[in-house]
């Protein structure tokens, strides 16, 4: 069953913009992370909120998440033309469950 | 740099061949997984495994079989394979805590003429 949607499903911007990307999911989560990956190859783990938390920050991104809503919003401030990828949101209904993953959001940076 | 290894990485084969997926990891990781990805779509769950004689299907069927007599060692076996197959297969790990955080692999792209 699909837990996780990204929105949008493209994103184009120039370098040094900020990208958003959101990611809506059904039922009640553990927690929610988000992967990226670049084209060809396997997943990298970038971020992990858990459920009772709101906002998270690693570096240039910022995680936030909204258990009402049933949604979370990841943005990448200052992109860089590496940042080229799609970025996919995963949750786990339960605590040590697998994970299961949205569509993705596919971005492009240009230089 | 997660130390989990999938091969091969490309495969061409015919239909009705039997191939096995190889994936290992050497971080000691009790969970492991089999994702299946279409490309540019989601990944879908096809098989898991806790912890060794321990595998279980996933959301999404599949006429694959996985087997985990090692804790290292997941592989997938498809008896015979289909155009239908043809697909990218990532193989994941991860510690037995409750953040689920997973490590993948680079993945297995498999071509069934």
């Known amino acids: 069953s699909q837990q996780g949607e990204e929105d949008p499903q493209a994103l184009s911007i120039q370098e040094g913009e900020n990208a958003t990307m959101n990611c809506s999911y059904k039922?009640?989560?553990?927690?929610l992370q988000w992967y990226r990956q670049n084209s060809g190859r396997g997943l990298v783990h970038l971020i992990l909120i858990r459920s009772n938390e709101r906002e998270k920050h690693s570096g240039r991104l910022r995680v936030t998440l909204d258990t009402s809503k049933k949604s979370s919003s990841l943005l990448i401030t200052a992109s860089r033309a590496a940042d080229t990828a799609s970025y996919f949101c995963?949750?786990?209904?339960?605590?040590?469950?697998?994970?299961?993953f949205g569509k993705g959001t596919t971005l492009s940076v240009s230089s | 740099e997660a130390d989990i290894y999938q091969t091969p990485r490309y495969l061409v084969i015919g239909t009705g061949k039997k191939i096995t997926l190889e994936c290992s990891q050497t971080m000691g990781h009790d969970k492991m997984y089999w994702y299946q990805q279409d490309p540019g779509m989601e990944l879908h769950l096809i098989h898991y495994?806790?912890?060794?004689?321990?595998?279980e299907k996933g959301d999404l069927s599949s006429e694959s079989t996985v087997s985990r007599i090692r804790t290292e060692h997941f592989p997938l076996t498809l008896e015979s394979a289909r155009p239908s197959h043809t697909s990218q297969y990532l193989c994941?790990?991860?510690?037995?805590?409750?953040?689920?955080?997973?490590?993948f692999g680079e993945g297995s792209r498999l071509t069934v003429l």
């Open positions: 495994s806790y912890g060794v004689n321990s595998t």
């Open positions: 039922t009640s989560i553990n927690n």
């Open positions: 994941a790990s991860s510690r037995r805590t409750n953040t689920g955080e997973l490590f």
């Open positions: 995963a949750t786990d209904a339960r605590a040590g469950t697998a994970l299961i």
